[in-house]
């Protein structure tokens, strides 16, 4: 099966043709004709997104979603490759359970599914999971994270840096610091103070970092900083670059346009773990994305059914859909503010994370004999977020009723045309 | 004012001091207990409690009785259904029975306003407490109870020095009476140790102290805020002894007051801690003037609420069925 | 819009009415003002004032019936007005309510209602300035300034010194 894209723009301003066969570009040029034609009208064309940070919930709650589910959603919002967390149930803290997920990922085939695995047993935070069985299993897992708990104890967070050195293996961790953040609900500040809810300080988040970088160090291993939020947290990963200790950060993008204000009318929609900072977290953060302080934007898409955000704060979980608006709100916390331009929102959403994970088929220069994962960008669209229109199966978007600047128009995965405008064409049954 | 009493910042100084009038005026009209007005006859007012709290339930109650309000108890504490599931379905039972306010408390932060914003009912919604964000008929009977003692002070509170001492952090009396008491330009000053204040305190307007000596002979109103013995064990201080030399209202510190100072407590007290027995009840001590203000304040607040037309409901039928008097109304 | 009193009218309409109280009453010695707030209230100070020139004082005091109004769900809340019942009480008394204007007759239900609650009078009479008619209730005023035939589509304003600066009374045409 062969598709031609018709008119789409590199990145250079260069509008060219492409001829997508076997799964790989196989042809790039003018005037080109070949199978199928996808006219895309001197749209951007960039290297199909990558997410390091993705909740599929499946196994356990398929109610919330599924890899199925939740790999059309990213493929809507400009993805070709997502990474699922561990914090399913069953934990994937098995070779089993990864493998089970990278199926269903293969066999949806709307885009890659990479499994993460569970740094420990079940979460605990006491007992290695078995991270080699998970390396080797047909998923070859290569990041582990206990993400939506962190790796608290120091010394067995060092023997995980160690252990995983094995087959270059990184952890991803989410800095918290349990015995500070007993029972918090949102950042600890000015609006906590007046909302009366538990207080969530950005030490909390900090020190775990600061504690990781210096383990990094020590033992000379890869750490991964999941969902950096604090202004503290990118000097820190600041000061660690500077040392050459060979840490990467990860933001997401509703931490890049949201801020604890949005808090004030005590909706759970923007409830979330990490908690929305400040103005100038926010600032510090789109500072630390621009000048590559902070290497990749992770989504940490969170679907939750509809019952636990409907309900007091206190009671909602954590929380937001984030793959198919995480493009655009990207764009509008940093292109639409000069911040960046489109040659950085590609690395740092699509380049890096697909370098940093070692996703060696993702996030590759646009050229003939690479694999056809694709993704084509309306940038001068602007769409309103409408939440019924989501793919996923949760609707818990922070963003409903939001105009967002620019929209993902085609993605391709494989050489295959998954998204079509608004529309998803097949999974692996084309 | 609005449909709902949610937060003291829901009301302008003008509003609060409406209310404040207001159950002012009920006072001269409903001075015995026994007397009954007919305003609310045919509304249904439901006290919501998912926390106990029988003082508060039955001010509220006596309130919405005396204005012949029919009242539904709903006490939805030890209720099995998973938490979060229980606040939306108890709503939607109360709008069912046709509830024309809910009365609500909750130790949820919020649960108020979630109540009112969320669709599920149509009611109007008074907090009585939620978690650890407000309580705002408390706020106001505390400063009906400040006129009442201080009659210079009509509308305007600047000159008034109020301190507020005990755990700020969780105390959603503290929170509503600084918004309100700033609301009306006094001056407050917040006194207890470091770790029971919030950390984004300095952004609001008041003064802090972690010296209750330093502050108490200035101030014309202590109020004493109740400390729960839960703290202790948090360790956001080391024993209820050291909390109590510290900030506990004993009779050195009582005799160290002004001469025309009042003091002030939310209840219930817990003599011997934050309160010695012989300041609790002390002539300066006005615990019970503000029990029966409760009564008076959370009238009018019903009456603000109920007492008229439905918001949004029409209004020109109005100078029809009253008379000429519209001028003067 | 036309005057149809001014301050004298009002004057002399006020002091006549004080005569008729007492004559009605065979004297003051049992007699209660009660003036229904905000402009009841200041005619019961002015009848007080004339009935003691004339003869003796009387305790006045207010009465505010918005609690027991028939029609509050039809509009907003309104502030509620002072009610000060004279220390002597009312208990078997002959109260004379006070108003300014008499027109569906549902303000003074309520005060009757209202007076109800606070003890049982002898008697109770009524005395108003302006009596526009369109009663909506068996009510008739026992004591009237005058009588101004008006049509529903006119809103009769009394205009009092202590709170308008001036006295006199005008109709409002509506169109």
Not at chain 1, 5 to 22: F, P, Y
Not at chain 2, 35 to 47: E, H, I, Q
Request: proline share 4%; with cysteine; hydrophobic share 40%.
């Amino acid at each position: 099966m062969q598709i031609t894209i018709k008119s789409a723009r590199l990145l250079d301003g260069q509008v060219v043709d492409l001829v997508l066969e076997n799964g790989v570009i196989s042809n790039i040029g003018s005037d080109l004709k070949f199978g199928k034609i996808v006219d895309v009208g001197s749209n951007l064309l960039i290297p199909g997104l990558v997410d390091l940070h993705t909740h599929l919930r499946e196994p356990g709650r398929e109610d919330s979603e599924t890899v199925a589910t939740g790999s059309m959603a990213a493929a809507k919002g400009g993805y070709t490759a997502i990474s699922a967390m561990a914090n399913t149930s069953p934990v994937a803290d098995t070779a089993g359970v990864v493998e089970q997920v990278y199926r269903l990922g293969q066999e949806a085939g709307f885009c890659d599914v990479f499994p993460i695995g569970a740094v420990t047993q079940g979460l605990n935070g006491k007992n290695l999971a078995e991270l080699g069985a998970m390396a080797n299993s047909s998923a070859k897992v290569r990041i582990f994270s206990d993400d939506g708990k962190c790796v608290s104890d120091a010394l067995l967070m060092r023997r995980a840096l160690e252990y995983v050195k094995t087959f270059n293996g990184i952890i991803a961790q989410h800095a918290q610091e349990p015995s500070l953040t007993v029972g918090s609900q949102m950042n600890e500040g000015i609006v906590s103070s007046k909302l009366g809810l538990t207080g969530w300080p950005a030490v909390a988040e900090e020190a775990i970092i600061a504690r990781d970088i210096l383990l990094a160090e020590h033992v000379g291993s890869r750490l991964h900083i999941c969902h950096l939020t604090t202004a503290g947290g990118v000097e820190l990963v600041r000061f660690a670059k500077s040392r050459g200790i060979n840490v990467t950060a990860e933001v997401t993008p509703h931490h890049l346009l949201l801020t604890d204000e949005s808090v004030a009318n005590y909706d759970p929609i923007f409830k979330v773990n990490p908690p929305l900072r400040t103005k100038s977290d926010v600032a510090a953060l789109r500072a630390g994305l621009a000048d590559g302080t902070i290497d990749i934007v992770g989504t940490d898409h969170a679907p939750h059914p509809l019952e636990d955000k409907d309900c007091e704060w206190q009671s909602a979980a954590f929380g937001m859909v984030g793959l198919e608006t995480a493009l655009s709100v990207v764009a509008k916390s940093m292109i639409d503010t000069k911040l960046f331009g489109w040659k950085e929102l590609v690395d740092r959403m699509s380049i890096a994370p697909a370098r940093i994970a070692g996703y060696t088929n993702h996030g590759q220069e646009i050229k003939v004999g690479a694999v056809a994962n694709l993704a084509i960008i309306d940038t001068d669209a602007t769409w309103k977020v409408e939440r019924h229109r989501l793919s996923s199966k949760s609707k818990n978007t922070p963003f409903e009723n939001i105009e967002l600047p620019s929209k993902v128009v085609h993605t391709f995965f494989n050489g295959r045309h998954i998204l079509d405008g608004s529309e998803i064409l097949n999974g692996a049954g084309n | 004012m609005k449909k709902h009493l949610l937060s003291i910042d829901d009301l302008n100084a003008q509003e609060v001091i409406e209310i404040l009038d207001t159950a002012f005026q009920l006072a001269n009209i409903s001075d015995g207990a026994t007397k009954k007005l007919p305003t609310l006859r045919g509304r249904t007012v439901v006290n919501l409690f998912f926390e106990d709290s029988t003082r508060t339930r039955i001010s509220f109650e006596s309130a919405a009785k005396r204005l012949s309000a029919d009242v539904i108890n709903f006490n939805a504490k030890g209720s099995s259904v998973s938490k979060g599931e229980s606040l939306k379905d108890t709503a939607q039972t109360l709008q069912a029975m046709g509830a024309d306010a809910v009365v609500i408390r909750h130790n949820a932060s919020g649960a108020a306003q979630r109540l009112a914003d969320s669709g599920w009912i149509s009611a109007s919604v008074i907090n009585a407490g939620d978690g650890t964000h407000e309580h705002p008929t408390q706020a106001l009977l505390d400063a009906y109870t400040i006129r009442e003692k201080f009659p210079e002070f009509k509308s305007d509170f600047s000159g008034l020095h109020v301190a507020i001492v005990g755990d700020i952090l969780h105390s959603r009396v503290a929170r509503s009476n600084v918004l309100l008491l700033t609301k009306l330009g006094a001056k407050v000053t917040l006194v207890s140790p470091p770790t029971l204040m919030p950390v984004g305190i300095s952004a609001w307007p008041v003064e802090i102290s972690y010296d209750l000596d330093e502050v108490i002979g200035a101030v014309d109103v202590l109020m004493v805020l109740r400390l729960q013995s839960e703290r202790m064990a948090a360790s956001y201080f080391p024993t209820e002894r050291e909390y109590s030399r510290g900030y506990g209202l004993d009779k050195l510190r009582l005799d160290s007051l002004k001469k025309s100072a009042i003091v002030m407590h939310p209840g219930p007290m817990i003599r011997g801690l934050e309160i010695s027995a012989e300041s609790a009840d002390s002539h300066r001590s006005v615990v019970l003037n503000q029990v029966a203000n409760g009564v008076l304040v959370r009238m009018a607040v019903l009456y603000q609420l109920l007492g008229g037309a439905a918001l949004g409901g029409t209004s020109a039928q109005i100078d029809k069925s009253g008379d000429s008097r519209e001028v003067s109304a | 819009m036309a005057i149809v009193l001014d301050g004298d009218d009002i004057g002399r309409a006020l002091k006549r009415i004080a005569h008729e109280i007492i004559e009605r009453n065979h004297g003051l010695s049992n007699v209660v003002l009660l003036g229904i707030p905000t402009r009841g209230a200041y005619l019961a100070e002015r009848i007080g004032s004339f009935l003691t020139q004339i003869q003796e004082s009387v305790p006045v005091g207010t009465l505010d019936a918005t609690l027991h109004r028939d029609d509050l769900r039809l509009r907003p809340p309104r502030p509620l007005l002072p009610t000060l019942i004279p220390s002597s009480g009312i208990e078997g008394k002959d109260v004379v309510l006070v108003d300014d204007v008499l027109y569906s007759g549902r303000t003074i239900r309520a005060a009757l209602d209202a007076i109800g609650e606070i003890g049982r009078p002898r008697s109770v009479q009524l005395a108003v300035l302006v009596d526009r008619g369109h009663r909506e209730l068996p009510i008739r005023a026992d004591f009237v300034g005058k009588n101004i035939p008006t049509s529903a589509s006119e809103s009769v304003r009394v205009h009092l010194a202590e709170l308008d600066g001036k006295d006199c009374v005008e109709i409002v045409g509506v169109s």
